[in-house]
């Protein structure tokens, strides 16, 4: 008997670790000999811990599990009561176009075997049989655009590293997923972690770069321990060192972060690789030209390096057929905070937020109207039902003075307070700066009291914060403080009414 | 106590192990503090001589990141998710219940050294927050009933 429970943070925060106990026990105890995978999870968190059962039929899903459930698992499987038919039938699954995560949640993630029965390593095979240049080409050709949330062209990134003249060369994996309501980075290395190798040591092909480094945030205890792992393994079976025995060399590292948000930038991530504070620099020089000890480095997040073994497997052509306008490909929505349906689901861009958020998460888990969804993090916008018609797409949410970042999704019912939340978008900000630039680290101290103010009835501190906003946004080196503006000013724009209350009452 | 000899001795153990590393600071840190619970501050002169920097850059780096201590926690640390998607879901009243059930404020230890509360901005556990993490255990879902709960457990 095959039974598949997830590993999944998230899993294994719902009980998973215990579902798995007890099933172990009741197989000891009923003689029955059980093979128990711990995989990735399938994205539906709502239904988690959700295991699977394989039969003649197919994989058999059930869930969300609870101790009382495993017995049943032994018994009659069609009248067990969390019995939820076929895993691959089921429309949360079926309606998704899963590139990126097409293995997660299916394999043992730390099954090279069955990584490479469901396609693994054909994309690295390829590139194997190509130079630098056409690799580069190819990944530009696919339209593939940063994950992380900035959306520069990979391939252009690329390109000028593996231009670059340097005795030695670095890929860097940012893996400092800090944005909440984000969690695809944590998935995908939980899931499948040879996905992300795979992608690393093609860039290395790409660029001529020797040694990749993955920098995973110490929130993230699992995806640590699932990488660390697979990197042995990869470096054992030959697909790190000499690579497939092509006689090209990479070997990668993983490295823990330190619980500091700002690493999640760039520069600041390269600084604490080496060993610094995570202080932003200033660029240029680009990371490209001078990154990881100075030297020419790539930096790319999980989501983009996951994404490169598909577009050589299948072809750019295939990548670049989903998608709209200059988005192309797929994205791994992540869909939380107040909802009814939260996980992970893989689309190609284009569907409207209103589609996602009343489609697929079916509204809030309080039952409560949508009053407001922030889209791409702590740093992204407020977006209130008036603009549900915005279609997910990197220039369609600028257009509308947001952004999509990394594709996290918060869901706020009716009960929330736009003020509360504009003031902890600078509370945030205050507790996390590196301190490197004046409007951040004073600014943002400077923007909790003057939301306090506006709190206590003072409407004349709105156009102070609306300036003060505007210095943050133009006068800092990072993201962190020039994105912060945007859940503060769409909170003020979108929802004044909570920035008046007080007001009122006082009259 | 510690005394300063054996400690730097531990340290000295850990250097070794982390030669020729590119930009091993971070993960000697992480070392001293998994092997110490906190990062001594005999230690800091040790490293830095290690890794040639000043006394003042080894200091700023490990004060720099929130998961490096000064001083040793309690028994049992108990950080909860404070972050956005977990306020949609109620984290502030469960923060606040925690608090007043423990009497802690943030970064606090109780008197009895049994417990520290601290904050921690994103488990990844987005979709079934409020999440926390006690002693490196993951939860979900977590409301004022398993505070309770875990705080009777953990006292």
């Known amino acids: 008997m095959k039974i598949y429970l997830p590993l999944d943070s998230a899993a294994v925060a719902l009980g998973a670790d215990e579902i798995a106990e007890a099933i172990l026990a009741q197989a000891e105890a009923k003689g029955v000999s059980v093979d128990l995978v711990r995989n990735g999870s399938r994205g539906m968190v709502w ?340 603009l549900f018609g915005t279609p997910f797409g990197y220039e369609e949410f600028a257009g509308k003075d947001g952004l999509i970042g990394h594709a996290g999704l918060t869901v706020f019912d009716d009960s929330a307070d736009m003020l509360a939340q504009a003031r902890f978008a600078m509370e945030f900000c205050a507790i996390e700066s590196c301190g490197k630039c004046t409007p951040c680290r004073i600014g943002a101290v400077r923007g909790v009291e003057t939301v306090d103010r506006i709190a206590k009835g003072d409407a004349s501190a709105i156009p102070l914060l609306t300036d003060l906003c505007a210095t943050m946004k133009a006068g800092s080196l990072c993201a962190l403080v020039g994105f912060t503006p945007y859940p503060v000013l769409s909170a003020l724009t979108h929802f004044p009414d909570d920035f008046n209350r007080m007001k009122e009452a006082a009259e | 106590m510690l005394d300063s000899a054996s400690t730097i001795a531990r340290v000295d153990e850990i250097l070794t192990r982390h030669q020729g590393m590119e930009g091993a600071l971070l993960p000697i840190l992480h070392a001293i503090q998994a092997e110490f619970g906190h990062v001594p501050q005999a230690a800091l002169p040790v490293v830095a001589k290690a890794m040639n920097i000043s006394g003042a850059e080894a200091h700023g780096v490990m004060s720099f990141y929130h998961d490096f201590r000064e001083a040793p926690a309690g028994r049992h640390v108990l950080k909860l998710c404070r972050a956005e998607a977990c306020q949609a879901v109620g984290a502030d009243r469960v923060a606040e219940h925690a608090k007043s059930v423990l009497g802690l404020d943030w970064h606090e230890t109780a008197k009895d050294g049994s417990v520290t509360l601290e904050p921690i901005f994103c488990l990844g556990l987005c979709a079934c927050g409020p999440a926390a993490i006690v002693d490196g255990k993951l939860m979900g879902r977590v409301d004022a009933a398993k505070i309770d709960a875990l705080v009777g457990a953990l006292k």
């Not at chain 1, 190509?130 to 050709?141: G, H, L, N, P, R």
Request: hydrophobic share 45%; proline share 5%; net charge neutral.
């Open chain 1, 47 to 386: 239904l988690e811990p959700l295991a699977e059962v394989v039969t003649d039929r197919g994989r058999l899903a059930f869930g969300p599990m609870t101790l009382e459930d495993v017995p049943a698992l032994f018994g009659d499987l069609g009248s067990h009561a969390k019995a939820l038919g076929l895993t691959e039938d089921l429309p949360w699954l079926k309606a998704q176009s899963r590139l990126t995560f097409a293995r997660v949640g299916v394999i043992d993630p730390l099954s090279l075997a069955d990584y490479k029965g469901q396609g693994g390593l054909s994309g690295l095979a390829k590139a194997l049989t190509m130079d630098k240049t056409a690799i580069v080409a190819e990944v530009t050709a696919s339209g593939l655009r940063g994950r992380g949330g900035a959306g520069f062209p990979t391939g252009i990134k690329w390109k000028t590293v593996s231009e670059a003249t340097a005795d030695r060369k670095y890929i860097v994996c940012n893996a400092d997923e800090g944005d909440s309501a984000t969690f695809a980075d944590r998935m995908l290395m939980e899931g499948d972690p040879f996905t992300l190798i795979e992608g690393m040591v093609i860039a290395g092909l790409a660029c001529g770069a020797t040694k990749g480094f993955v920098y995973i945030r110490s929130e993230y205890p699992v995806a640590v321990g699932v990488m660390q792992e697979a990197v042995e393994i990869a470096r054992a079976e030959g697909v790190l060192g000499n690579v497939l025995g092509s006689g090209q060399i990479f070997d990668m590292e993983v490295r823990v972060g330190a619980g500091a948000y700002v690493c999640g930038e760039e520069t600041s991530l390269l600084n604490s690789l080496e060993g610094k504070r995570g202080v932003v620099r200033a660029k240029p020089p680009l990371p490209a030209l001078q990154g990881f000890m100075g030297k020419p480095t790539v930096v790319n997040n999980v989501i983009s390096l996951a994404s490169i073994p598909v577009i050589f497997e299948k072809g750019a052509e295939f990548y670049k057929s989903f998608g709209l306008g200059r988005s192309r490909g797929t994205i791994p929505l992540q869909i939380a905070g107040n909802v009814k349906h939260g996980g992970l689901y893989e689309i190609a861009f284009g569907l409207t937020l209103g589609e996602i958020v009343d489609g697929i998460a079916g509204g809030t888990a309080s039952g409560r109207p949508v009053k407001a969804v922030q889209v791409g993090g702590p740093l992204g916008a407020y977006f209130p039902r008036a």
